[in-house]
Every structure is written in C-alpha cells, then in structure tokens.
C-alpha cells in the first residue's frame, strides 16, 4: 500500500506520518501554491465551494506530476482556511497573508478579527484511492483571548505568521494567545486527523 500527500505543509506531513506506521509514503507538492481568491465571495456556500475547487485543482495537478512508475493506492490533498467575522457581522475569509506585506496584514487581523473573539478554521481534504473518491470539509471554532497591541506586536515579531493560513500557527507560540478551542485541534493545525484516519481505514490503507 502506498500514499501520496500532495502538499507543500510541513505540518500535513507530520500529521500523516503520524498515523501512517509502515505505508509507504511520498510528499509531492503542487507545482504551484497559488489559492483562488475569496474576494467578492458572500457566506458559507460560496466559500465551501471555491475551497472545494482550490483543492481540486490542487489534486489534479499531483496526479499529473506522479511519475509513470509510480501508482499510489491512494492520493490525499487539502487546504486550509480561515473564515472571521468583523463587528459588522461580514465574513471574511483569511488565508496565508501576502509575502511582501505579511506583518501589517497579521497585525490587523488580530486586531480586527481575532482579539477576544471566535473565528473558524476550515479544512477541506480529497481523498481518492481507485475509483473511491472522499472529499469534506471539516469546520472548528478558535477563541483568542483579549489581545493587546503589545502581544500582537510581540507574536508578529517571531516570524511565525509567514505562509500559514489565517496568520498564525496554533502548535507553535500562537497556542498561549488560545483561550478555547471547539472541534477538532488537528484541523487547525492543517489536517483534520480523525476524519482523515477514517477515510484510510475505510479504504483499507489502514487496519483496524
């Protein structure tokens, strides 16, 4: 049995290894790392469906990229996002905040979005193994603590924002900002594992 993780996630691949015991495994990323916009996007619908579509296009091109040789049982891709809400009420959603103006982006959506209030981290995960073919989005609830501008300040100043989903990283220095977590941990760390353990087992990659 082989499987193939298509992704660029150091925290995906830690996630799978976990669980994987004497799978073969391969990590091949995406050739390219671009994320569909969620700009002019409104509600829940219209975010589950552009999600669902970033990590089609993801899948497709690691299945382009396996070498002839290789035939993995199974392929797994997925992606993550963040979806806060302002004072206003309005959705919005965050992904990785952008390269050249990270810090300004990370500062403001603490301030803005994440300060003493509740977001959700949505991760969706396609899973295809033959003709057998999974895919879900799974959904959990964040509530930061009251945030003062000298803790944003300090947790922007560690650099762990960079190319991580809503701007922080819930297994690293961000998990003390952390007052409650409602759903699964894992999928705020990027892989949402009983779910995804599930799938395998239901396949057969994994034996119970």
């Not at 990229?65 to 806060?84: K, R, S, Y």
């Not at 919005?92 to 905040?97: I, Y």
């Not at 300060?115 to 959904?139: A, L, N, P």
């Amino acid at each position: 049995m082989s499987v193939v993780l298509g992704s660029r996630s150091p925290r995906r691949c830690e996630l799978l290894l976990s669980v994987l015991g004497d799978v073969d495994f391969q990590i091949i990323p995406p050739v390219s790392d671009d994320e569909a916009g969620f700009d002019g996007l409104r509600g829940a619908e219209q975010f589950e469906t552009r999600l669902r579509e970033i990590v089609a296009v993801k899948h497709a091109d690691v299945s382009e990229q396996l070498p002839e040789p290789l035939t993995p049982d199974v392929v797994i891709c997925a992606d993550t996002i963040v979806v806060a809400w302002s004072d206003d009420q309005k959705a919005t959603v965050l992904g990785k905040p952008p390269v050249d103006l990270w810090q300004q982006t990370v500062w403001r959506w603490f301030r803005e979005y994440y300060s003493g209030r509740y977001h959700e981290v949505w991760t969706c995960f396609r899973i295809t193994m033959g003709d057998q073919f999974r895919e879900s989005i799974v959904k959990t609830k964040v509530l930061f603590c009251t945030l003062d501008d000298w803790l944003i300040d300090w947790y922007v100043s560690t650099d762990e924002s960079i190319g991580k989903a809503g701007g922080y990283g819930i297994q690293g220095r961000a998990s003390m900002l952390v007052e409650a977590v409602n759903g699964s941990f894992t999928n705020v760390v990027g892989l949402p594992m009983m779910e995804v353990t599930q799938t395998l087992r239901d396949f057969g990659v994994l034996k119970e």
